[in-house]
Each structure stands twice: as C-alpha cells, then as structure tokens.
C-alpha cells in the first residue's frame, strides 16, 4: 500500500512539471490580424431617394480600404451598361448623386487598397428614383394668351414635349435642347394646360400653367377709367379685363349685383385697385381674377355679402394679392341668405382684419356651403380674432344642411394670434367637416377649435412651426392634429420678415407642405 502510494504521488508531480514546462516554453506570437489577400467586401450598403432623383447612398467603412468605386445601372439589374461611375473617399459619405426619374437603379460598391490588396467583392442594392423636374421658373410673360415659353435645365437628355389638353407634341431641336428653351404655339387663351418633358418615355419635368386671357369679348378697361361706372354700365354676366396700372378714378365702396368677373390682363403685372365690394341680389356668380387688391389701411371688409333672402352662388378670387384691409376678407351676417362656394387660390393676403372688429372669414346669420383655401399664403391676418368663422345661421342650421371647410397647400404666417388661444376654425354650424392637409403653419398661437359644436377634422401632411398649440392636447377641448403624418421642422424661411416665406428645408420640399410657390 505504501509503495502504491509513494508511486502516485511521483506520477502528480511529474505531470505537474510537464504542464510549467509546456506553459512555460508556449512562445508562438498572437494573431493581431488575418493575412488576406483583398479587401473586405463594403456591408450595411443603402440607398435612399431624396427630392425626387437624389440618390443618397451609404455604408459601413473599414480601415483596409483607401477608397470605393460605385456603379449605378439603370433599368439594368444584371450591370451590363453602367449608366455612372464614381470614385469616393471614405471621409465623402454619405454619397449623393442625381440621377434621371422614374428608373430603377441597380447600385454596387467595391473597396479599393492603398496596399496592394485585390479589391473586393461587390456590394449591391437598389432605388427607384421619382417623377424628375427638370422645368425651371421663367419671367411670367412666359405665359401669354395662345403660347407658352417653357424653360429648362439646358443640356439635359431630353427630346419632345407634350402639352394637355390638345396632346399638343412639340420635338425638341438640338439647339433647344442645349439651351434649355423652347416655345409651344397654338394655345387657347384661359385654360390650364399640363406639359410634360420627355426623354423618349421618361418624364423628366412637369409643368401647369393657364394661358392669359384672349379678351375677345371682354370689356377692355384702363387706369384712367372710372372703374365703378363701367361695372355700372357693364352688362349682366360681362368680364372686365383690366390693364396693368394704378385705378385711382375711383376708390371706395363698388357694388355688385349681376354675375360679374373682373380680372387683370396679365397676371404679372396685376392693376392696382383701392376698392372693396359689396354683393346685392342679383350678384350670383363673382369672379376676382389677378388683381392687387388694396384696402389702403382705411377701407373696412375686402368682400361682404350684403342681401337678406338670397341665394349666391359662386364667389372665386385666384391669383390675386389683397392687402391692408382694416375688418374682414370675406364677410355675411344677412339672414335666410346662402351661399354656394367660396374659393380663394393662388392668392397672397397680408394684413387684413388686425382690428378686431369682425373675423377673417366670417359667416354668420349667412349659411355657405364650401369654403376652399388652396395654393395661397395668409400673412399677418386676423390677429386677435379667429380665421374661420361660421356659425349656426338662424332657420338654417340643423336642416340637414353641411358647411365644408378645405385648406389644402397653404401657409399661413402670424394668423389668429393672440395671447389667449384664437381658431383657425370657429366652426360652429350643427353640420360641418372640414380638412386640413399638406399645409405650413408658423408663429401663432393658435388652436385648430375649441368649440363641441366642431367636428374633429381630417389632417393630413400639415408642419407647425412655433405654433405648438396645434398639437397641445393639454388646452382644453383642443381638438388636436394627432395624425402620424404632421412635422415640426423649421421650414427656413428665406426672410419671413420681408414677406419671403420660400422654405429651405428639403423634406418640408420633398413632402409638398405649403403654398407651392415657396416651394419652387
């Protein structure tokens, strides 16, 4: 037993000696890094589309690559035309290149090393750019009565253009085509036609416009006319086309009681009118086409229907600048009277109602069917008092009855703002819906309603901007935009204290909040 034991422990303590030995005599040197012979293929590859035809494209950078080479094949999943190249620095990501629209770009990406490496593998992953334009502003005198100059970025791949109505197409010549301009002739004066830019079958641009007037049977008037005594004298149903200019003849109060459209001939070059309106029986269709608009700081209510027990119709006033009006843009307190439509487009008010003598747009004992805003900028108005006013007409709310209320592209500056939170919809008629959608609100204290009486409205794509109430479920009865689709972002004015509300925020672009015209 004893000599088992001694013989055990002599065999412990040899193995001991061999594991210091081994440990000891371990002196391989550590791997720090592998031995490849090309560089790691780029991961995390992605491409996004930003302002329609910028594709942003990134990826994950490791140290064994000096720099990239990017290809982008277009309509061409398999690489067997390379449509652009680029070489990029890892300190350039993320990369942006513009690309034609509406195309399906294949995307790949290798390593390159400064050592001597093999390249890597590619990389690869895809994006569908969108509709492009490539249409650029003009002077307006581009548009004129029977044709159009249309204006491009010059020496793009383009090759016709197609105008609608009509499916008018116009080839584009090679000396065009570098220039970036040509003119579409055989137009019909006042319609709104869409014209596309073609490269074959892609759309490269697209652009709406509406010809200026044929005056045909207009009635032509100048600035040294009395402009109160043609409207007199003009016949029911007329149109008053009015030359560019200064209307001082006459100033004040002009009434209207006959279907009526008065408009400027060119509308950039609008005439200058220091009246207001009021609307009698008989005034059942009004029209205010490119005109300026003044109330000179002394005139009360831009527009008031003003009969009991009529019915209008139609009130429209597009592409027109209104200004310095002391009380309200639109106004109607008269009772049993109805009115059908009122529609204000591509129109820019400023100043107007900032005397706390009535609202904005102000129905009262007057029932209106459909309120439409669209396209247009509202700009230091109706502060201290609310935007949007309708209320329960005597004898006509909960008859079945609906008020509708649109503001659609607009933005709107300084409105209904107040220490104590006034509505951009005081909304107060038994029957009502109203939408608010793809529209830019800034600098007010605002809240949509308050009031039980107004049905929670549709939102859709809207951006506040130092207008936090908007979204403050915390105010009482608010009734809240709580759509998934709002934004907060600073649109970036260009100077909105000198009127120019042009934002510089590209996904506020890309996402088409606002008047279109600060959008360009």
């Known amino acids: 037993m004893r000599t088992r034991n001694i013989l055990k422990g002599f065999l412990a303590s040899l193995l001991f000696s061999t594991i210091l030995i081994s440990c000891d005599g371990y002196d391989v040197d550590l791997i720090n890094e592998l031995d490849v012979s090309r560089v790691f293929s780029p991961t995390g590859v992605t491409a996004k589309v930003t302002n329609q035809t910028t594709v942003e494209v990134s990826w994950t950078l490791r140290d064994d690559a000096d720099h990239y080479v990017v290809e982008f094949s277009a309509d061409d999943p398999n690489f067997a035309t390379i449509f652009k190249t680029v070489e990029v620095k890892p300190a350039e990501l993320p990369?942006?290149?513009?690309?034609?629209?509406?195309?399906?770009?294949?995307?790949?990406?290798?390593?390159?090393?400064?050592?001597g490496l093999d390249v890597s593998k590619w990389a690869t992953t895809t994006a569908t750019t969108l509709s492009e334009q490539l249409f650029i502003a003009g002077p307006d005198s581009d548009i004129q009565a029977t044709q159009a100059t249309l204006r491009w970025v010059p020496n793009s791949n383009v090759t016709k253009i197609v105008a609608n109505p009509g499916n008018i197409v116009r080839t584009l010549t090679d000396a065009e085509k570098v220039a970036g301009v040509a003119t579409i002739t055989g137009l019909t004066g006042e319609t709104q036609y869409t014209v596309v830019l073609y490269n074959n079958t892609k759309r490269r641009g697209t652009k709406v416009f509406t010809t200026g007037i044929d005056i045909g049977n207009g009635i032509l008037v100048q600035p040294t006319d009395d402009l109160n005594a043609k409207i007199t004298a003009a016949a029911s149903g007329a149109t008053l086309v009015l030359m560019p200019g200064n209307y001082t003849v006459y100033t004040g109060l002009i009434t209207i009681n006959k279907p009526l459209t008065i408009r400027g001939l060119r509308s950039y070059d609008k005439p200058k009118l220091h009246v207001n309106f009021s609307a009698t029986s008989g005034a059942s269709e009004t029209k205010l086409i490119d005109l300026d608009l003044s109330g000179d700081a002394t005139l009360t209510d831009m527009f008031r229907f003003n009969s009991a027990s009529y019915n209008y119709g139609l009130l429209s006033i597009s592409g027109c600048s209104v200004h310095d009006y002391n009380v309200s843009f639109i106004g109607a307190n008269m009772s049993s009277s109805k009115v059908t439509s009122v529609i204000i487009d591509n129109t820019i008010v400023k100043n107007v109602n900032n005397t706390a003598a009535g609202d904005f747009i102000d129905f009262r004992l007057t029932y209106v069917t459909d309120i439409t805003l669209k396209n247009s900028t509202f700009n230091n108005c109706s502060l201290g008092r609310d935007f949007v006013r309708t209320d329960a007409a005597t004898g006509l709310t909960g008859t079945g009855l609906n008020t509708n209320v649109l503001i659609d592209a607009c933005t709107l500056y300084n409105v209904s703002n107040t220490a104590a939170p006034k509505r951009i919809l005081y909304v107060r008629f038994a029957n009502n819906t109203s939408t608010v959608r793809n529209t830019?609100?800034?600098?007010?204290?605002?809240?949509?309603s308050n009031q039980t009486t107004t049905t929670t409205p549709t939102y859709s794509n809207?951006?506040?901007?130092?207008?936090?109430?908007?979204?403050?479920?915390?105010?009482?009865?608010?009734?809240?935009?709580?759509?998934s689709s709002k934004t907060t972002l600073d649109p970036g004015f260009v100077s909105a204290s000198t009127d120019n509300f042009t934002i510089t925020n590209a996904t506020l672009k890309s996402n088409g909040v606002g008047d279109p015209r600060w959008r360009l």
């Open 95 to 115: 990369l942006k290149v513009v690309l034609e629209g509406e195309t399906v770009y294949s995307i790949r990406v290798k390593g390159v090393s400064a050592k």
């Open 462 to 483: 809207n951006n506040y901007f130092n207008a936090v109430s908007f979204y403050d479920a915390a105010i009482t009865s608010n009734k809240v935009d709580n759509s």
């Open 440 to 448: 830019l609100i800034a600098g007010t204290t605002a809240i949509y």
